[in-house]
């Protein structure tokens, strides 16, 4: 009797060993990687699960909170090439790098926080790459609209108006030539110096128009 107890207990303890060994050696080990770069036009980094370096894991980006919280912005697959010490940390492998374009809907002016998951192999826990999150602040690009208008602010701060009918006087002509009459945000050389030569003929036009004007003044006096 006590011979089979102890080899009952002898099996027990074999059993149990066993599965724990197996579980230990089982365990997951989370994905690693980083954050590198957040700015208003990417998203970029690298990453890798060291439980099978050969996966081109998923990433996924949430804006102003981690997963649960944030709001889920987009994924892409971390399998582009990046430099030998990333491959260093994933196996000896350096395709894990990742550029995700800024999402357009981020670009709105505000401060955006940005979370990046790596989705871990096998499936479980998604950890936030080391230096997430990050923060941007992007502006939506300007598109002119000069719809319906002949002068006035075309929505990017240029105006509509055509330099012609500044310069030659047309409707509310007092406004639109005012000083330095708004030239365009970016003008060539060749542009500044027409403008220049305009501005100085209109000049010598109203001088002599003065001076013409005096001069009959002038000869109904004698
Ligand atoms: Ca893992």
Same mark, same amino acid.
């Given at each position: 009797m006590r011979t089979k107890i102890f080899f009952a207990s002898l099996f027990l303890l074999v059993c149990f060993f066993g599965i724990s060994k197996s579980v230990a050696g089982d365990a997951d080990r989370p994905s690693v990687g980083f954050f590198d770069v957040a700015d208003c036009s990417s998203l970029a980094g690298w990453a890798c699960d060291p439980d099978d370096y050969a996966a081109a894991l998923q990433v996924h980006f949430y804006a @102003? &909170?981690?997963?649960?919280?944030?709001?889920?912005?987009g994924a892409t697959t971390a399998n582009l090439a990046r430099e030998a010490a990333v491959g260093d940390l994933c196996g000896s492998r350096n395709n894990h790098g990742y550029v995700f374009s800024t999402?357009?809907?981020?670009?709105?002016g505000r401060k955006h926080t940005i979370y990046v998951h790596a989705i871990n192999a096998p499936p479980g826990n998604n950890p936030q790459l080391t230096d997430s999150p990050k923060t941007i602040v992007c502006s939506s690009p300007c598109v002119p609209n000069c719809a319906g208008?002949?002068?006035?602010? @075309? &929505?990017?701060?240029?105006?509509?108006?055509t330099t012609e009918s500044k310069i030659a006087g047309g409707e509310g002509s007092a406004a639109a030539v005012g000083?330095?009459?708004?030239?365009?945000a970016k003008m060539t050389r060749a542009e500044i110096l027409a403008k220049i030569e305009e501005i100085k003929q209109l000049l010598a036009r109203l001088i002599l128009q003065l001076i013409a004007e005096l001069q009959k003044q002038l000869a109904a006096t004698q």
């Amino acid at each position: 009797m006590r011979t089979k107890i102890f080899f009952a207990s002898l099996f027990l303890l074999v059993c149990f060993f066993g599965i724990s060994k197996s579980v230990a050696g089982d365990a997951d080990r989370p994905s690693v990687g980083f954050f590198d770069v957040a700015d208003c036009s990417s998203l970029a980094g690298w990453a890798c699960d060291p439980d099978d370096y050969a996966a081109a894991l998923q990433v996924h980006f949430y804006a @102003d &909170g981690p997963a649960g919280t944030g709001t889920f912005v987009g994924a892409t697959t971390a399998n582009l090439a990046r430099e030998a010490a990333v491959g260093d940390l994933c196996g000896s492998r350096n395709n894990h790098g990742y550029v995700f374009s800024t999402p357009a809907s981020l670009k709105d002016g505000r401060k955006h926080t940005i979370y990046v998951h790596a989705i871990n192999a096998p499936p479980g826990n998604n950890p936030q790459l080391t230096d997430s999150p990050k923060t941007i602040v992007c502006s939506s690009p300007c598109v002119p609209n000069c719809a319906g208008k002949t002068r006035g602010d @075309d &929505g990017c701060g240029s105006d509509c108006g055509t330099t012609e009918s500044k310069i030659a006087g047309g409707e509310g002509s007092a406004a639109a030539v005012g000083p330095a009459a708004n030239p365009p945000a970016k003008m060539t050389r060749a542009e500044i110096l027409a403008k220049i030569e305009e501005i100085k003929q209109l000049l010598a036009r109203l001088i002599l128009q003065l001076i013409a004007e005096l001069q009959k003044q002038l000869a109904a006096t004698q």
